[in-house]
């Protein structure tokens, strides 16, 4: 019997061992023309997926929506189904000037800031991806000419709390490189359930910018944030394909 997991509604029939992890259900549509062979799967609550092959490879692509709740649900529901490494394809603000519009980090480890991973294991433990995986991201840029920046994210929970310039502030002069909500979650819970995770952010709003106006232009397609898209995109499939052929 296929076991089809309750929210991504996906079974162990698709036999596919990476996955890319976006946020948005929208990046879906800008990850498909790198692949080819492309179907659409479900699309249940956040989790939009779609299979395809890259150089040969099966690669799943499955949104995860916002926050690390529901990312962390889609590790636990993708690892039933057989999947062995993901990479988070996402986007960040900025915590630091030399961190620029449509610049990819690389991230080497997450401040956990949110309440999902808190729930598995207390904050001291570290949220850090996998190093061959992240390894094979750093070769990937490197090979494809892709300026990148590796170090900190700090993954948090709103944006709409009180004291959200004093946070960042706090963060930005700990050397934190930029935050997203997803990050942290991922690293937690896929080292606890032994798969491999990175995640790859795209930066969209300036060093001290206006968050939320910054995230509007985004959506609407701003050109720098959607080079970065393309770039982190391409970074984590040569990475699988690093993976795959046990390269990294
Ligand atoms: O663009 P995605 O991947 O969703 O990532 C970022 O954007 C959302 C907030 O606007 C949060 O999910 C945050 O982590
Ligand atoms: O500033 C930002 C931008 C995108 N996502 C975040 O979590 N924060």
Redesign the pocket.
């Known amino acids: 019997m296929p076991n089809v997991q309750p929210h991504i509604q996906l079974d162990d029939t698709l036999e596919v061992k990476y996955a890319l ?4 259900p929208a ?1 879906l549509d800008r990850i498909s023309p790198f692949l080819e062979n492309v179907m659409e799967l479900k699309f249940n609550r956040e989790y939009r997926s779609l299979i395809g092959t890259y150089k040969g490879i099966k690669i799943l692509a499955i ?5 690390g709740a529901s ?1 962390g649900i889609a590790v636990e529901e993708l690892h039933n189904i057989g999947v062995e490494a993901l990479i ?6 900025s915590l630091q000037p030399k961190v620029k519009m449509g610049d990819i980090i690389l991230v080497s480890g997450a401040v956990r800031d949110d309440g999902a991973s808190k729930t598995y294991v207390d904050a001291m433990f570290p949220a850090v991806p996998d190093i061959d995986l992240l390894f094979a991201c750093v070769e990937s840029a490197k090979e494809k000419n892709i300026p990148f920046h590796t170090g900190i994210a700090r ?1 948090h929970d709103s ?1 709409y709390t009180d004291d959200e310039d004093a946070i960042d502030a706090f963060w930005s002069k700990k050397g934190v490189l930029g ?5 942290a979650a991922i690293f937690t819970i896929g080292h606890l359930r032994g798969v491999k995770t990175a995640s790859i ?2 930066n ?1 709003v300036e060093y001290q910018g206006d ?1 939320l106006d910054s ?1 509007v232009n ?1 959506v609407d397609g701003e050109s720098l944030s959607m080079q970065g898209e393309k770039n982190e995109i391409l970074v984590a499939l040569e990475a699988f394909v690093k993976l795959e052929k046990g390269l990294s």
């Not at 992890?21 to 948005?24: E, N, S």
């Not at 949104?63 to 926050?67: A, E, F, K, L, M």
């Not at 935050?179 to 990050?183: A, H, P, V």
Request: hydrophobic share 30%; aromatic share 6%.
């Open positions: 992890l976006p946020g948005d990046r949104s995860t929506g916002i926050g990312a988070r394809i996402g986007s960040c603000g993954s944006f935050c997203d909500m997803e990050t952010l795209n969209v968050t995230i985004y």
